[in-house]
Each structure stands twice: as structure tokens, then as C-alpha cells.
């Protein structure tokens, strides 16, 4: 089972979508307040039902929010961020070498985030 790993920053707070393995699939902005961070994470769970718009296509087939976007970094690199219905941005993906596992990321995500256990 997935958790949501809480953790003081330098500059706030901010957490951390862990699979059951312990990998990290999705991190958050860093917020002011654990108040804040606790709404993050709950968006992330009503959001994660989006659709996957995939951004690395020609004619790319807009879908609206909530919705995973899928892009490619300057170093290549393929990452996925969620969106939430008013369109901000509430986690974001590591770095994926195919977009194969850049996919497999964002069914983790949709997976592990409605019943993830809070972990501070």
C-alpha cells in the first residue's frame, strides 16, 4: 500500500507519494503550512482519476482537468505532472528514460493515492 510521506523543508513543507515498494512517484510544491500540505494531498486524491494528456505527440488531444500531462524535459527525459480541476499543479513525477514507465508512473499514482496512509 501507498502513503504520503510529510516532510519539513528548509523553506516549508511538502510530501511525497511513496508506492508500496517505497519508491517515490509523485512530490509536491513545497506549501507554508502543514495545513496547506494535508489540502495538497488531498487533491491529489480526488484528482488522480484524470486522463493522460500526452504532450510528446504531434496534434496533441487537449483533455480537461483533472489530468496527467505527459512531457518531455530538457534532458529528455520524460515526466508527468498532475493538474487539478482549476488547473494547478499538485504533484510531479521523477525523470523516466521511456514514456513506457513515465505511464506505469501516472497507474501507480492512480493506484496507491486514493487509500495512501499519511505519513508524517
Do not use: W
Not at 495538497?40 to 496534434?59: A, M, W
Not at 482537468?65 to 504533484?91: Q, S, T
Request: proline share 2%; with cysteine; charged share 30%.
Amino acid at each position: 500500500m501507498g502513503q504520503f510521506v510529510v516532510k519539513e523543508t528548509s523553506t516549508g513543507i511538502k510530501f511525497d507519494l511513496k508506492a508500496g515498494n517505497g519508491q517515490v512517484i509523485a512530490t509536491s510544491e513545497v506549501y507554508s503550512s502543514e495545513s496547506a500540505c494535508l489540502n495538497g494531498i488531498e487533491s491529489v486524491r480526488t484528482n488522480c482519476v484524470g486522463e493522460i494528456e500526452d504532450q510528446t505527440v504531434e496534434n496533441i488531444a487537449t483533455v480537461k482537468h483533472p489530468k496527467f500531462e505527459v512531457y518531455k524535459d530538457k534532458a529528455g527525459e520524460y515526466r508527468f505532472r498532475l493538474k487539478a480541476k482549476n488547473g494547478e499543479v499538485i504533484a510531479t513525477s521523477e525523470g523516466y528514460t521511456s514514456k513506457d514507465s513515465c505511464l506505469n508512473g501516472i497507474e501507480s499514482v492512480k493506484k496507491n493515492a486514493p487509500d495512501a496512509e499519511i505519513k508524517k
